[in-house]
C-alpha cells in the first residue's frame, strides 16, 4: 500500500463568536507531519476541502474542492456533505447531514478526523495524542511500535515462567489488486473492517497490530503450537467466509498466515521470533495463498 502524503496547508482561525463549548478536530490519519495536529472549531462553521479557500484546507487528490462542512445549530454541532466525489462519513457511516458527537470519527476522503468537544476538551486533546503512539489511526489496531515493545515483553516473562508463547504474521492476499481495482479508499476500508472483525476476537492478553502496509500481527501469550494453529485458522475463516462490502461492490478477501511459537528458559529475541513467523507466512504466500502455515 502506497505512504500517504497528506498536506494541511492553512487553518483560519478567528476568535469565538457566541461559542457554547470548545470543540475541535484532530488529524488522525494518514501519518506525517500533520498528525496529532489539532484545528480549533472557534466559530460557528468551518469548510474542509482542498480549495484554498476553506477554513482546513486538505492537500489530497481524494478530498474534494470543498468537501464537507462542520457547524453549530444550538447546542450540537453537525456535519455536511458538500457534494463531494468520494463522501464523507462519520464513524465509518456514509452521510449527508449528521450530528456530531464527542470522540466521533469523521473521515472525508482518505483523511480521518476525530471530532473532540465539551468542558473536557484540552485533556480529550492530550489523551488522544497519547492513544495515537500505540493505536494505528486508521484500523483500531496497535501500531507497530507498541507490538514490538509488547512483544519483547511478553517472551521475557514467558521465558522467565517456562510458558509457551505463539506470534502470528498475516497480510491481505492479492492487496495491490484491491487497490488497483476498487481504489485505494476501499483499500482503507479493507484494512479498517479486517482489523473490525478480528479485534473482537482477541483476548485481553493477546495484542493485534497492524505490523505495516497490509501485514497484521498478533501475539498470543500463554498460546501453545496447536492453539495458535486453530487461532490462526479460525481469522482465516473470520476472513474468507463472509465478503466485504464497500459502496455497492462487493468482493472477496483472504490472508495468508505465518506461525510461530516458543516455549522454554531461553528468551527468543523478537527480531528472529519475527523471521520466523514471517518465513511461514512466505510459504502460506507461496503455496497458493489463504492458508495457515506453521
Not at 465478503?243 to 478477501?253: K, M, N, Q
Amino acid at each position: 500500500m502506497s505512504e500517504w502524503k497528506t498536506r494541511i496547508t492553512k487553518v483560519q482561525v478567528v476568535k469565538p463568536q457566541g461559542t457554547t463549548g470548545e470543540a475541535c478536530l484532530v488529524l488522525i490519519y494518514p501519518p506525517g507531519p500533520d498528525m496529532g495536529k489539532r484545528f480549533p472549531l472557534s466559530r460557528s462553521e468551518a469548510v474542509l476541502g482542498r480549495g484554498a479557500d476553506c477554513d482546513i484546507q486538505v492537500d489530497r487528490d481524494s478530498v474534494s474542492r470543498r468537501h464537507a462542512r462542520v457547524f453549530r445549530t444550538a447546542e450540537q454541532w453537525m456535519v455536511e456533505d458538500l457534494g463531494s466525489t468520494n463522501g464523507s462519513y462519520v464513524n465509518d457511516v456514509p452521510v449527508q447531514r449528521s450530528l456530531l458527537r464527542d470522540n466521533d470519527f469523521l473521515k472525508i476522503g482518505a483523511a480521518i478526523f476525530k471530532f473532540l468537544s465539551g468542558a473536557g476538551v484540552e485533556a480529550s486533546y492530550y489523551e488522544e495524542i497519547y492513544r495515537m503512539t500505540i493505536i494505528d489511526g486508521l484500523t483500531g489496531a496497535h501500531n507497530k511500535r507498541y507490538f514490538l515493545e509488547f512483544l519483547e515483553r511478553e517472551a521475557a516473562r514467558c521465558a522467565r515462567h517456562h510458558r509457551p508463547l505463539s506470534l502470528l504474521m498475516f497480510d491481505i492476499d492479492h492487496f495491490k489488486k484491491i487497490n488497483d481495482t476498487h481504489g485505494h479508499l476501499t483499500g482503507d476500508y479493507v484494512l479498517r473492517e479486517l482489523s473490525k472483525r478480528l479485534l473482537g476476537r482477541v483476548r485481553r492478553e493477546e495484542l493485534l497490530a497492524r505490523y505495516g502496509g497490509e501485514e497484521f500481527a498478533a501475539v498470543l501469550p500463554e498460546t501453545d503450537h496447536e492453539g495458535a494453529m486453530q487461532f490462526a485458522e479460525h481469522i482465516r475463516r473470520l476472513v474468507a467466509d463472509e465478503p466485504f462490502e464497500y459502496e455497492g461492490d462487493r468482493f472477496p478477501v483472504t490472508i495468508s498466515v505465518g506461525v510461530a511459537t516458543t516455549v522454554g528458559a531461553e528468551e527468543v529475541e523478537a527480531v528472529a521470533f519475527i523471521k520466523i513467523a514471517d518465513d511461514n507466512l512466505y510459504r502460506a504466500k507461496k503455496e497458493g495463498r489463504n492458508k495457515v502455515i506453521g
